[in-house]
T-cell receptor, first 117, second 114 residues
Framework: DAGVTQSPTHLIKTRGQHVTLRCSPISGHKSVSWYQQVLGQGPQFIFQ???????GRGNFPDRFSARQFPNYSSELNVNALLLGDSALYLC????????????????FGSGTQLSVL | SQELEQSPQSLIVQEGKNLTINCTSSKTLYGLYWYKQKYGEGLIFLMMLQKGGEEKSHEKITAKLDEKKQQSSLHITASQPSHAGIYLCGAVPISSGSARQLTFGSGTQLTVLP
């Protein structure tokens, strides 16, 4: 079975541009989360979606938005890119039912490396 | 907000040696995940701990969560070059109990010398 897949693997953009990152969860997983990992730091939570609804949002500006589709895949959009948006963007999925934790394992994709010049 | 402190930041050990990585929380944990990451790649799930005093093992890696649920350790026995990478602990905030909104430590960079 395929794991969490993300595309593209690498992306180079310039300041002010817009970017869309894509994520396909593990088959059967309905929850998708997005994280940003700046070099040398741990990942930071951006968004979580379950059944196409936003269930959580981290401390990120409104330039960041996301959505989840009926097939549970997800997109992360970032507008008006800044140099500081350069990071590894990670997507994670789990088999939970959307409620609180009950031993779900959170599986991560390999990420999209975004460079903003 | 919940903060996680990992120590040490980096670790260099000779192959065959044992090592321990620590993760300390400023607040009581609802649950804690341990992940391994190769540079610039995704996170590989290692273990998840939820109960105070819980201990889990997989191959040569053992993770423990203390009774107060504020500190966790990851112990590797007889380290091998394949253990090299960045080890990250991720906390489930007790306020939400949501495993999808993890707060991560800064990571421990492990190098194993052959």
């Amino acid at each position: 079975d395929a794991g969490v897949t993300q595309s593209p693997t690498h992306l180079i953009k310039t300041r002010g541009q817009h970017v869309t990152l894509r994520c396909s969860p593990i088959s059967g997983h309905k929850s998708v989360s997005w994280y940003q990992q700046v070099l040398g730091q741990g990942p930071q939570f951006i968004f979580q979606y379950y059944e196409k609804e936003e269930r959580g949002r981290g401390n990120f500006p409104d330039r960041f938005s996301a959505r989840q589709f009926p097939n549970y895949s997800s997109e992360l959009n970032v507008n008006a890119l800044l140099l500081g948006d350069s990071a590894l963007y990670l997507c994670a999925s789990d088999s939970g039912t959307g409620g609180t934790l009950s031993n779900e394992k959170l599986f991560f994709g390999s990420g999209t490396q975004l460079s903003v010049l | 907000s919940q903060e996680l402190e990992q120590s040490p930041q980096s670790l260099i050990v000779q192959e065959g040696k044992n090592l321990t990585i620590n993760c300390t929380s400023s607040k009581t944990l609802y649950g804690l995940y341990w992940y391994k990451q190769k540079y610039g790649e995704g996170l590989i799930f290692l273990m998840m701990l939820q109960k105070g005093g819980e201990e889990k093992s997989h191959e040569k890696i053992t993770a423990k969560l203390d009774e107060k649920k504020q500190q966790s350790s990851l112990h590797i026995t007889a380290s091998q070059p394949s253990h090299a990478g960045i080890y990250l602990c991720g906390a489930v905030p007790i306020s939400s109990g949501s495993a999808r909104q993890l707060t991560f430590g800064s990571g421990t960079q492990l190098t194993v010398l052959p």
